[in-house]
């Protein structure tokens, strides 16, 4: 029903193998489906719950699935905020209402049922947070360990918290997230441990179930879908699926696929304008936002296709403006999320100012991780609560 095909030479791989890229060329790797031969139909899925496994026909989990209810995320229409930017089909997508609190548990449900139908014993993942939570959870439910590696203070504590919790043997390294993949991808291939980051093909087929459900829930194909880029598995992803869809014939044509990074890491978005063939690493990444805190992504291949395939963009946006928004979009959306998160509506503001994007289209942000995910660096952005005497009069004192 699918196979591994090299995304570079087209060599073609079981999908029993164990492996990350392709042995030929050293480009990464797709799952490819038998489309041709595919039971299933739109009214099929429409009665079915709208969750991630709504699409199991396009999974390639074959058994029960390690699930813990993944999907399904709402769909909000920005109004309040939109009518401010003057976009009035401006939506979010909010990838923070997963299990574990962003759009990871998506490839998480997929990459860790497939360790189990290969029969693989242990799980290793790097991590700058949202990965390593998810891991940890998918891997307690499945019964399997996990091992996660980090860079030493730079993953938000609400995520290190859930890595520990869910009982992952959580490793720091004196290093950024660019050496932490490097290592544990090394010792994947040395030790016989299933690499569970983006490089994982299957990782990406449960994160394209985000393009699937932004159809399903607007009823139609929005002209822009826009995501926050870090490793860049996201908008990769979410380009293949919905390239399925249209091989299908369930849809007729391509959003724009539009990325947006953090100024301080911005490989992407410097390829894009230069029409660079591929990206040059940033050695040493900066943003508050450190769930995109990434030099050298490593999906950016598939993400420069997918973004230059469909018309798209890629833009960057400096902390300041991705912390504007995460406020904007919790005092005036009451969406409350990460400032990785934040980066998607924080770019596409930027676009419109510049002239850059048609107000009239209908533009979907995907919003990748909840608010409580980075709870310091909100801390540091508001007042902290009003202290006074329990009586009645102080309280009226600090309301007039």
């Known amino acids: 029903m699918y196979r591994l095909v090299c995304i570079g030479c087209g060599t073609e791989y079981s999908p029993d193998e164990i492996i990350y890229r392709c042995r030929e060329c050293g480009h990464l790797l797709a799952v490819k489906y038998d ?35 993944e999907g399904g995320t709402p769909l909000y229409h920005m109004k309040r905020l939109g009518e401010e930017l003057g976009l009035k089909h401006l939506y979010a997508k909010h990838e923070g209402m997963n299990p574990s609190g962003s759009f990871k548990d998506r490839g998480m449900t997929v990459g860790v049922s497939m360790a189990m139908q290969l029969g693989m014993k242990t799980v290793a ?38 890595a520990l919790m869910h009982g992952a043997k959580v490793i720091a390294i004196r290093d950024n997230f660019d050496r932490a993949l490097e290592m544990v991808h090394d010792l994947c291939l040395s030790e016989g441990l299933y690499l569970l980051n983006s490089v994982n093909p299957y990782r990406l087929e449960g994160q394209k179930t985000i393009g699937f459900e932004i159809v399903d829930q607007l009823g139609d194909v929005p002209d822009r879908i826009v995501l926050p880029v870090g490793n860049a598995g996201n908008i990769s992803a979410v380009h293949k699926g ?15 696929m539009t990325g947006i990074q953090a100024a301080g890491s911005q490989p992407v978005v410097e390829a894009i304008a230069g029409n660079l063939p591929e990206v040059i690493p940033f050695k040493s990444p900066e943003t508050v936002a ?10 950016a291949e598939k993400a420069l296709r997918a973004i230059r395939e469909t018309g798209g963009t890629a833009e960057s946006v400096t902390d300041e403006e991705i912390l504007a928004m995460q ?51 909100v801390i540091r952005q508001c007042n902290p609560p009003i202290e006074i005497d329990a009586d009645i009069q102080s309280l009226l004192s600090v309301l007039r």
């Open 35 to 69: 489309l041709d031969g595919l039971n299933i139909s739109r009214a099929e899925w429409n009665r079915r719950p709208l969750n991630l496994w709504r699409y199991r026909e396009l999974l390639p989990v074959t058994g029960v699935p390690v699930s813990l209810q």
């Open 125 to 162: 993942c790097a991590s700058t947070g949202n990965t390593s939570a998810s891991l940890a959870a998918y891997a307690a439910k499945a019964g399997i360990p996990a091992v996660v590696l980090l860079p030493a203070g730079n993953v938000a504590l609400g995520k290190v918290a859930q």
């Open 242 to 256: 919905l390239g399925e869809f249209i091989e299908l014939g369930f849809i007729d044509r391509m959003p724009m």
């Open 290 to 299: 450190t769930a995109i805190r990434i030099g050298a992504p490593v999906n």
């Open 327 to 377: 406020r904007d979009l919790a005092r005036k959306e009451g969406i409350g999320v990460e400032p990785a998160s934040a980066a998607s509506v924080a770019g596409i503001k930027k676009l419109l100012e510049e002239g850059r994007i048609d107000p009239d289209e209908r533009i979907v942000c995907v919003v990748t991780g909840h608010l409580l995910k980075d709870p310091e660096t």
